[in-house]
């Protein structure tokens, strides 16, 4: 099953994380506005507040709230809450800009792994990917969608017809 979701989803350009946005985002540097901030070193913790932005290239997240958890001065995961919160990335090539939101978006640095949560909506282009929550493994091409235990729901989606392809005249009776 999982098997099958990641060609369909991968057939639909729908794979979208921070490690398949442009191979150059990882080299720039990232802007932060927000209103207010707190940084804890102690804790590990930096707390933006209030119309946050971060950007780096061309990946670009928003929320009301980013938590950004460090150990030893490197980053471990990135916490976007909002109403919704928001990301976006160009990916390499000719493919077009992804788009994402859910109310909660974790991204899990060190193993290059995000959580798209409650409310999880994913667009490239036209087609749209929708879940309770989205989970991306960018590391080993693993995307876990759906209903949990705790989280009822089903995975909708919706892929467009690709460019170049004819529609089939219908079957004559």
């Given at each position: 099953?999982?098997?099958?979701?990641?060609?369909?989803?991968?057939?639909?350009?729908?794979?979208?994380?921070?490690?398949?946005?442009?191979?150059?985002?990882k080299d720039q540097p990232i802007y932060l506005e927000a209103d207010r901030v707190k940084v804890d070193d102690n804790a590990g913790l930096a707390t933006y507040r209030g119309h946050v932005?971060?950007?780096?290239?061309?990946?670009?997240?928003?929320?009301?709230?980013?938590?950004?958890h460090s150990t030893d001065g490197e980053t471990e995961k990135i916490v976007v809450m909002g109403k919704p919160a928001r990301f976006r990335q160009q990916p390499d090539g000719?493919?077009?800009?992804?788009?994402?939101?859910?109310?909660?978006?974790?991204?899990f640095a060190p193993e290059e792994r995000l959580k798209v949560l409650d409310g999880a909506r994913l667009w490239q282009g036209k087609d749209e990917f929708k879940s309770e929550r989205i989970e991306m493994d960018t590391a080993r091409d693993?995307?876990?969608?759906?209903?949990?235990?705790k989280e009822p729901g089903?995975?909708?989606?919706t892929i467009?017809?690709?460019?170049?392809?004819?529609?089939?005249?219908?079957?004559?009776?």
């Open positions: 099953m999982h098997r099958m979701l990641i060609n369909l989803l991968a057939l639909a350009g729908l794979l979208p994380t921070v490690a398949w946005g442009l191979t150059t985002d932005k971060l950007t780096q290239g061309s990946l670009q997240l928003w929320g009301d709230t980013v938590v950004v000719d493919k077009q800009l992804v788009r994402g939101e859910g109310k909660r978006l974790e991204y693993v995307v876990t969608a759906g209903a949990t235990d089903r995975i909708h989606m467009q017809p690709r460019h170049g392809n004819k529609p089939r005249a219908p079957a004559s009776p």
